[in-house]
């Protein structure tokens, strides 16, 4: 017997086990109930007492060596065995979790908001689906007025046959007389009319958001943009309010040596209108390809509110005075970062967007 468990002995180291299956056939030929070992217990009872001794220690071995073997593998198909003793290295630093980073459209819309609110503007916004009163006639360009065509419109549903009477559109949307003159917003001045129809002033707020234009995209223009627009309405306010408003807005935005320069322009809803252009940061108005040897680059249009659109929104124009402007997010992003293709900002290039991770 002695001789038949020194052979099991060497056969149990031998024996290849590589798979659950194979384990579990091991256990149930060496260790189950039925098993080998339980089998040689057995015979061992039967012996004579001077060989118990002997025997029963080498069956010992055997029972203790099968038993080891099982335990060894059931734990490294656990996983157990195959964490700890493979190359991993446990008091390594984990591999830094990548964040990710605001776009830069939202950096400078909050920017922009930052520097509005220091000067006392709050911040509001409205729908990108707007009606046609709001978005046009309101802001003084009604029907057939020339200057719709200065933006070319997305139209959710037609514009009504009978102009640009508030009565005409829906002052509820959806309108109970069916979808006329619904479009997607050009610009974010609709939001100064929604403003002025709630509230009197004094009203000094700025209204962030994004527009829509049927436009051919290409590096310089989109089909949808954003656009930051502000207004002041109080009592008494002056063309200086706009102007020193404006160079405090240039000067935080774009360093302290910043000027800015008016040019006369046209817009219904401001009168007189204005564009502004500030000096050329980047070559400091010495002449460069973004500004195109100009020493100036164009970043706003504004204006004295047109008395007009004040009684548009019932709010007197005797008493009241105001002024707006109006601004497009991308062209002062790309001013201010040097970016050269406005497709950049919606192409969603990891590359390009995680550039703006300090900004
Ligand atoms: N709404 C104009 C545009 O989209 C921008 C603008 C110009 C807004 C002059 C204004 C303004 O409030 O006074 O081109």
């Not at 436009?215 to 943009?225: L, V």
């Amino acid at each position: 017997m002695k001789n038949k468990i020194h052979a099991l002995l060497a056969e149990v180291e031998e024996i290849k086990v590589e798979t659950k299956e194979q384990l579990e056939e091991f256990r149930l030929k060496w260790l189950a109930k039925k098993g080998l070992v339980t089998a040689l217990f057995d015979d061992f009872k039967n012996l004579a007492n001077e060989d118990r001794k002997e025997v029963g220690k080498t069956l010992n071995d055997l029972k203790n060596k099968a038993q080891e073997k099982f335990n060894r593998f059931k734990e490294k198909f656990e996983g157990g065995e195959e964490t700890a003793s493979s190359d991993m290295d446990l008091t390594k630093p984990a591999e830094p979790i990548a964040f990710g980073s605001r776009h830069p459209i939202s950096v400078v819309r909050n920017q922009i908001t930052d520097i509005f609110s220091r000067i006392g503007f709050t911040v509001k916004e409205d729908r990108e689906i707007e009606d046609d009163w709001h978005n046009f006639s309101a802001l003084n360009l009604p029907a057939d007025h020339p200057a719709r065509d200065m933006q070319d419109t997305f139209f959710v549903a037609p514009p009504p046959p009978e102009g640009g009477s508030k009565e005409a559109y829906s002052p509820d949307f959806p309108p109970s007389g069916g979808l006329r003159g619904v479009v997607l917003r050009t610009h974010t001045s609709s939001v100064q009319i929604r403003v002025m129809e709630n509230s009197q002033p004094p009203i000094r707020s700025i209204f962030p958001g994004r527009v829509y234009r049927k436009e051919n995209i290409s590096a310089r223009a989109h089909c949808f943009f954003h656009q930051v627009e502000g207004l002041y309405v109080d009592e008494n306010v002056s063309f200086a309010d706009l102007k020193q408003t404006l160079l405090y807005f240039s000067q935080e935005m774009f360093g302290e040596k910043t000027k800015i320069r008016m040019r006369p322009s046209y817009f219904p809803f401001t009168e007189p209108s204005m564009e502004v252009d500030i000096s050329c940061f980047i070559c400091g108005s010495k002449g460069c390809p973004i500004c195109k040897g100009s020493g100036w680059v164009e970043i706003l249009g504004c204006g004295m509110v047109n008395p007009k659109v004040l009684e548009n929104c019932k709010i007197d124009s005797k008493k009241h005075t105001g002024f707006a402007f109006g601004m497009g997010i991308e062209r002062i992003a790309m001013l201010k970062y040097q970016i050269n293709d406005i497709r950049l900002f919606y192409e969603n290039d990891v590359r390009f967007l995680s550039q703006f991770k300090s900004a």
